[in-house]
T-cell receptor, first 113, second 112 residues
Framework: GESVGLHLPTLSVQEGDNSIINCAYS??????FIWYKQESGKGPQFIID?????DKRQGQRVTVLLNKTVKHLSLQIAATQPGDSAVYFC????????????FGDGTTLTVKP | DAGVTQSPTHLIKTRGQQVTLRCSPK?????VSWYQQALGQGPQFIFQ???????QRGNFPDRFSGHQFPNYSSELNVNALLLGDSALYLC???????????FGPGTRLTVL
C-alpha cells in the first residue's frame, strides 16, 4: 500500500552544523511532497513543499531535494539551531491534495548546544 | 488570523463512550481533514470534508464519522470508544484548489 518512510528515527547534530533528514516514498503516483516540523504538544507545522516536476526547492535555511528515480526526498537545514529540535515528517500527496497526506513515522532531530 | 483551532485540548473518556471533537479552519479555507496520531507515529488520514460532504476517507471504521458546517467548521465523532482510540486528533485545513494544509494543535484523547 501507500507508505512514506524515513531512513533514521533519530538524528543528533551540533548547533551550527547542517542537518540532512532523509525520506523514502513508495508511491510513484505521488506528485506533491511536504516537510512538516512537529514540536512537543503541537500540531505539524509546514516547512517547505515541492512538486514532482521539480528537483530542488529552497526556503529560508531549508532546502528540499527530490529524486524521483529512486523515490527519495531529503530536507537540508543549514546552520541548525536549538529551536530546530523537533520531529520532522515527510508527507506525500496525490493529485496535489494537500489535505490528504500520507505521513511516515518521523525523524527526531536533537540539536546539541 | 487565529489559524486552525481545535477543542477541547484534552479529553478523557471510558471504553464504549462517544466523543465529539471540533475544528475551526483557517480563515478563507474551505476543506477540513482529520488525522489520528498515535504516540511516536506519524499522523494517519481519517477523512476529509468539503462542501459539507465527506470527500475522501482513510482506513478507519464506521465508528469514525464527521460533519462539516456551512461556515466550514467541522466535527469528528467517534462511537463505541476503544482503548486503541487514545491518540492526538489533528485537524488540517486547506483550500480545495490549494497546495498547503495548516494543522491545528490537536485534541489529546485518552480512553480508559
Amino acid at each position: 500500500g501507500e507508505s512514506v518512510g524515513l531512513h533514521l528515527p533519530t538524528l543528533s547534530v551540533q548547533e551550527g552544523d547542517n542537518s540532512i533528514i532523509n525520506c523514502a516514498y513508495s508511491n510513484s503516483a505521488s506528485d506533491y511532497f511536504i516537510w512538516y516540523k512537529q514540536e512537543s504538544g503541537k500540531g505539524p507545522q509546514f516547512i517547505i513543499d515541492i512538486r514532482s516536476n521539480m528537483d530542488k526547492r529552497q526556503g529560508q535555511r531549508v532546502t528540499v531535494l527530490l529524486n524521483k528515480t529512486v523515490k527519495h526526498l531529503s530536507l537540508q537545514i543549514a546552520a541548525t539551531q536549538p529551536g530546530d529540535s523537533a520531529v520532522y515528517f515527510c508527507a506525500e500527496n496525490i493529485e496535489t491534495n494537500a489535505g490528504k497526506s500520507t505521513f511516515g513515522d518521523g525523524t527526531t532531530l536533537t540539536v546539541k548546544p | 488570523d487565529a489559524g486552525v483551532t481545535q477543542s477541547p485540548t484534552h479529553l478523557i473518556k471510558t471504553r464504549g463512550q462517544q466523543v465529539t471533537l471540533r475544528c475551526s479552519p483557517k480563515s478563507g479555507h474551505d476543506t477540513v481533514s482529520w488525522y489520528q496520531q498515535a504516540l511516536g507515529q506519524g499522523p494517519q488520514f481519517i477523512f476529509q470534508y468539503y462542501e459539507e460532504e465527506e470527500r475522501q476517507r482513510g482506513n478507519f471504521p464506521d465508528r469514525f464519522s464527521g460533519h462539516q458546517f456551512p461556515n466550514y467548521s467541522s466535527e469528528l465523532n467517534v462511537n463505541a470508544l476503544l482503548l486503541g482510540d487514545s491518540a492526538l486528533y489533528l485537524c488540517a485545513s486547506s483550500l480545495t484548489q490549494g497546495d498547503n494544509a495548516f494543522f491545528g494543535p490537536g485534541t489529546r484523547l485518552t480512553v480508559l
